[in-house]
Protein backbone atom coordinates (compact mmCIF):
# COMPACT_ATOMS: atom_id res chain seq x y z
CA UNK A 1 0.00 0.00 0.00
CA UNK A 2 1.32 3.20 -0.92
CA UNK A 3 2.32 5.38 1.87
CA UNK A 4 0.60 9.15 2.39
CA UNK A 5 3.18 11.92 1.79
CA UNK A 6 3.44 15.43 2.04
CA UNK A 7 6.22 17.21 0.51
CA UNK A 8 6.34 19.97 2.84
CA UNK A 9 6.79 17.38 5.98
CA UNK A 10 9.37 16.05 4.03
CA UNK A 11 11.11 19.19 3.14
CA UNK A 12 10.56 20.58 7.57
CA UNK A 13 11.46 17.14 9.34
CA UNK A 14 14.97 18.19 9.95
CA UNK A 15 14.75 21.74 11.06
CA UNK A 16 11.50 20.78 12.88
CA UNK A 17 13.63 17.68 14.65
CA UNK A 18 16.71 19.76 15.17
CA UNK A 19 14.84 22.26 17.83
CA UNK A 20 13.07 19.63 19.20
CA UNK A 21 16.26 17.55 20.48
CA UNK A 22 17.09 20.81 22.27
CA UNK A 23 13.90 20.66 24.72
CA UNK A 24 12.14 17.23 24.66
CA UNK A 25 14.28 15.88 27.07
CA UNK A 26 14.01 15.92 30.95
CA UNK A 27 16.60 17.48 33.15
CA UNK A 28 18.78 17.79 30.18
CA UNK A 29 19.29 14.23 30.30
CA UNK A 30 17.58 11.87 27.44
CA UNK A 31 15.11 10.03 29.73
CA UNK A 32 11.90 8.38 28.53
CA UNK A 33 9.20 10.91 28.08
CA UNK A 34 5.28 11.19 26.54
CA UNK A 35 4.69 13.30 23.62
CA UNK A 36 1.00 14.15 22.33
CA UNK A 37 0.89 14.82 18.82
CA UNK A 38 -1.81 17.26 17.35
CA UNK A 39 -2.77 16.84 13.50
CA UNK A 40 -0.27 13.97 12.57
CA UNK A 41 -1.38 14.38 9.17
CA UNK A 42 0.83 11.77 7.11
CA UNK A 43 2.43 10.31 9.85
CA UNK A 44 6.08 11.72 8.71
CA UNK A 45 7.01 13.55 11.15
CA UNK A 46 6.00 11.23 14.08
CA UNK A 47 8.26 8.13 12.52
CA UNK A 48 10.96 10.52 11.47
CA UNK A 49 11.11 12.38 15.12
CA UNK A 50 11.13 8.77 17.05
CA UNK A 51 13.41 7.35 14.74
CA UNK A 52 16.07 10.05 15.69
CA UNK A 53 14.98 10.54 19.49
CA UNK A 54 14.17 6.98 20.36
CA UNK A 55 13.82 7.89 23.98
CA UNK A 56 10.13 9.39 23.19
CA UNK A 57 6.87 7.55 23.69
CA UNK A 58 4.83 9.44 20.66
CA UNK A 59 1.40 9.36 20.59
CA UNK A 60 -0.05 10.55 17.67
CA UNK A 61 -3.36 11.80 17.08
CA UNK A 62 -5.62 13.75 14.40
CA UNK A 63 -9.56 14.28 13.74
CA UNK A 64 -11.50 11.17 13.51
CA UNK A 65 -11.91 10.89 9.53
CA UNK A 66 -7.66 11.03 9.15
CA UNK A 67 -7.06 8.48 11.76
CA UNK A 68 -7.04 5.78 8.50
CA UNK A 69 -4.67 7.47 6.61
CA UNK A 70 -1.98 8.68 9.45
CA UNK A 71 -2.11 4.87 10.82
CA UNK A 72 -1.11 3.35 7.88
CA UNK A 73 1.78 5.58 7.82
CA UNK A 74 2.48 4.14 11.72
CA UNK A 75 1.52 0.68 11.48
CA UNK A 76 4.25 0.36 8.30
CA UNK A 77 6.89 1.59 10.78
CA UNK A 78 5.76 -0.42 13.59
CA UNK A 79 7.52 1.31 16.09
CA UNK A 80 7.54 0.07 20.17
CA UNK A 81 7.67 3.83 20.91
CA UNK A 82 4.75 4.89 18.54
CA UNK A 83 1.62 3.14 18.97
CA UNK A 84 -1.57 3.68 16.55
CA UNK A 85 -3.07 7.47 16.51
CA UNK A 86 -5.80 7.96 18.82
CA UNK A 87 -8.48 10.57 17.30
CA UNK A 88 -8.89 13.15 18.50
CA UNK A 89 -10.24 16.66 17.29
CA UNK A 90 -9.34 19.31 19.88
CA UNK A 91 -12.77 21.21 20.31
CA UNK A 92 -14.10 17.56 21.91
CA UNK A 93 -15.04 18.15 25.27
CA UNK A 94 -13.10 15.45 26.64
CA UNK A 95 -10.02 14.12 24.61
CA UNK A 96 -9.63 10.87 26.40
CA UNK A 97 -5.83 11.45 27.24
CA UNK A 98 -3.33 11.12 30.18
CA UNK A 99 -0.89 13.62 31.22
CA UNK A 100 1.76 13.91 28.55
CA UNK A 101 5.72 16.04 28.99
CA UNK A 102 4.98 17.88 25.88
CA UNK A 103 2.53 17.94 23.25
CA UNK A 104 3.56 19.08 19.27
CA UNK A 105 1.60 20.12 16.40
CA UNK A 106 2.51 21.26 12.96
CA UNK A 107 0.74 23.31 10.05
CA UNK A 108 -2.83 23.08 12.06
CA UNK A 109 -3.58 26.29 13.85
CA UNK A 110 -3.93 27.90 10.74
CA UNK A 111 -6.45 25.17 9.27
CA UNK A 112 -8.60 24.86 12.34
CA UNK A 113 -11.71 27.96 13.11
CA UNK A 114 -10.18 30.87 15.30
CA UNK A 115 -12.40 29.03 18.20
CA UNK A 116 -10.92 25.70 18.16
CA UNK A 117 -7.32 27.24 18.25
CA UNK A 118 -9.10 29.13 21.68
CA UNK A 119 -10.37 25.01 22.44
CA UNK A 120 -6.58 23.94 22.09
CA UNK A 121 -4.89 25.93 24.63
CA UNK A 122 -7.64 25.72 27.21
CA UNK A 123 -7.50 21.75 27.34
CA UNK A 124 -3.60 22.10 27.49
CA UNK A 125 -3.17 22.81 31.33
CA UNK A 126 -4.69 19.41 32.44
CA UNK A 127 -2.84 17.90 29.49
CA UNK A 128 0.84 18.79 29.72
CA UNK A 129 2.58 18.23 33.13
CA UNK A 130 4.34 20.85 34.98
CA UNK A 131 7.96 21.53 33.37
CA UNK A 132 6.66 20.37 30.17
CA UNK A 133 6.50 21.94 26.61
CA UNK A 134 4.30 23.27 23.91
CA UNK A 135 6.27 23.43 20.39
CA UNK A 136 4.03 24.54 17.50
CA UNK A 137 5.39 24.86 14.12
CA UNK A 138 3.49 27.01 11.33
CA UNK A 139 3.34 30.59 9.31
CA UNK A 140 2.07 33.37 11.84
CA UNK A 141 1.40 37.17 11.84
CA UNK A 142 3.43 39.77 13.77
CA UNK A 143 1.68 42.63 14.87
CA UNK A 144 -0.72 42.33 12.88
CA UNK A 145 1.47 42.00 9.94
CA UNK A 146 2.56 39.13 7.30
CA UNK A 147 6.12 37.84 7.48
CA UNK A 148 6.08 37.45 3.64
CA UNK A 149 3.92 38.47 0.79
CA UNK A 150 3.88 34.61 0.17
CA UNK A 151 2.42 34.50 3.46
CA UNK A 152 -0.18 36.88 2.79
CA UNK A 153 -1.13 34.98 -0.32
CA UNK A 154 -1.57 31.58 1.40
CA UNK A 155 -3.81 33.48 4.22
CA UNK A 156 -5.91 34.42 1.22
CA UNK A 157 -5.79 30.88 0.05
CA UNK A 158 -6.94 29.39 2.84
CA UNK A 159 -10.08 31.84 3.50
CA UNK A 160 -11.17 31.34 0.31
CA UNK A 161 -11.47 27.26 0.93
CA UNK A 162 -12.60 28.13 4.58
CA UNK A 163 -13.20 31.75 5.89
CA UNK A 164 -12.91 30.47 9.51
CA UNK A 165 -9.32 29.35 8.61
CA UNK A 166 -6.12 31.95 8.16
CA UNK A 167 -2.28 32.56 9.50
CA UNK A 168 -3.30 33.82 13.23
CA UNK A 169 -1.37 36.79 15.16
CA UNK A 170 1.48 35.20 17.28
CA UNK A 171 0.37 37.72 19.55
CA UNK A 172 -3.08 36.53 20.33
CA UNK A 173 -1.59 32.89 19.80
CA UNK A 174 1.45 33.73 22.66
CA UNK A 175 -1.83 35.42 25.14
CA UNK A 176 -3.52 31.98 24.96
CA UNK A 177 -0.85 30.16 25.85
CA UNK A 178 -0.16 32.36 28.90
CA UNK A 179 -3.61 31.90 30.17
CA UNK A 180 -3.14 27.84 29.77
CA UNK A 181 -0.22 28.55 32.04
CA UNK A 182 2.63 28.62 29.87
CA UNK A 183 5.96 30.47 29.13
CA UNK A 184 7.46 31.09 25.80
CA UNK A 185 10.50 29.94 25.79
CA UNK A 186 12.11 30.37 21.72
CA UNK A 187 10.46 31.95 18.62
CA UNK A 188 12.61 30.22 16.19
CA UNK A 189 12.42 31.10 12.22
CA UNK A 190 12.64 28.24 10.32
CA UNK A 191 12.37 27.58 6.16
CA UNK A 192 9.88 28.40 4.25
CA UNK A 193 8.75 31.40 6.15
CA UNK A 194 7.18 29.24 8.89
CA UNK A 195 8.17 29.74 13.21
CA UNK A 196 8.48 27.18 15.17
CA UNK A 197 7.43 28.47 18.59
CA UNK A 198 8.22 26.47 22.45
CA UNK A 199 6.67 26.79 25.23
CA UNK A 200 7.08 25.66 28.83
CA UNK A 201 4.64 24.91 32.03
Known amino acids: ME ?39 TGQHAVHFTTHMPWLHWQ ?11 NIRLRAAAKANLPLALPLDVTQQDWRVNSFDAVFTANSLHIMPASAVVEFFRRLNGVIESGGHLCIYGPFKYEGDFTTPSNAQFDLRLKSRNPLSGIRDFEWVNELAGEAGLTLLE ?5 ANNQLLVWKK
Open 60 to 70: SSDVPEQIETL
Open 3 to 41: LPFSQSCENNKDPILAVLQKHLVADGHRQPSRVLEIAGG
Open 187 to 191: DNAMP
